[in-house]
């Protein structure tokens, strides 16, 4: 079998022309990562809406955010228009006013801060309460969690608590920043994982290669 034509045939065809179920158009939407792992994706049937009129596929990603500049890239827009179907929990939505950008903390072409913002206490709290009352349960303890995995407009990563914010504030880092949004008078704060109990730590690939050489030394 040609492995390249059947990619483009089969899988390419569906992408650019869509199919039909039951008598229905569909049309390819996006797809989330976990998705793209268990080789699955969004379809939508074009229908008309009161207010927008035609939403087709194209409508719906070009609510989503600006991506002029990526493309003609297409492995990088689709990973940018993924954030949009990942799975997360809704908590609470933020103003202009409540939340802003700082700069990534960076020493010798390394940056320290890559991914991950701040957030106050208060926020954390209020974000924690949401989570319980969504999930079914009461927030009758003192624990809240300090770390969130987060995505907010075009923003994705990880914020952690920081005491010396002050009321219900969010500070976030360029390097979060994947695609710019259309302005609006607020911004959901969804939440991809809340860290309320330990995990496992994961060393990335840089330290496991420093670590393997450091081994490989020893041994030798």
Request: hydrophobic residues 40%; negative net charge.
């Amino acid at each position: 079998m040609d492995g390249a034509d059947f990619v483009r045939e089969r899988v390419g065809g569906i992408l650019h022309y869509g199919f039909e179920i039951a008598g229905r158009y569909f049309e390819f939407l996006g797809y989330s990562q976990s998705q793209l792992r268990a080789h699955s994706m969004f379809a939508v049937s074009p229908f008309y809406h009161p207010e927008k009129g035609l939403v087709t596929a194209a409508s719906i990603r070009a609510e989503l955010g600006i991506f002029d500049d990526i493309l003609h890239f297409p492995a990088l827009y689709a990973a940018r228009v993924s954030q949009a179907f990942s799975g997360t929990e809704d908590s609470v939505s933020l103003t202009p006013d409540q939340w802003d950008e700082m700069e990534d903390i960076k020493h010798n072409c390394r940056c320290f801060t890559d991914g991950v913002g701040t957030i106050s206490t208060d926020l954390a709290t209020l974000v924690w309460e949401e989570l319980c009352e969504q999930r079914g349960k009461t927030h009758d303890g003192p624990f809240v969690p300090v770390a969130f995995q987060i995505r907010f407009g075009g923003y994705k990563g990880m914020v952690v608590v920081d005491p010396s914010l002050i009321g219900i504030r969010m500070r976030l880092r360029p390097s979060m920043r994947k695609f710019h949004v259309h302005d609006s008078p607020s911004i959901p704060l969804e939440i991809s994982r809340a860290f309320e109990y330990p995990g496992r730590m994961y060393l990335n690939r840089y330290v496991c290669g420093y670590f393997s050489v450091i081994c490989c030394l020893i041994l030798l």
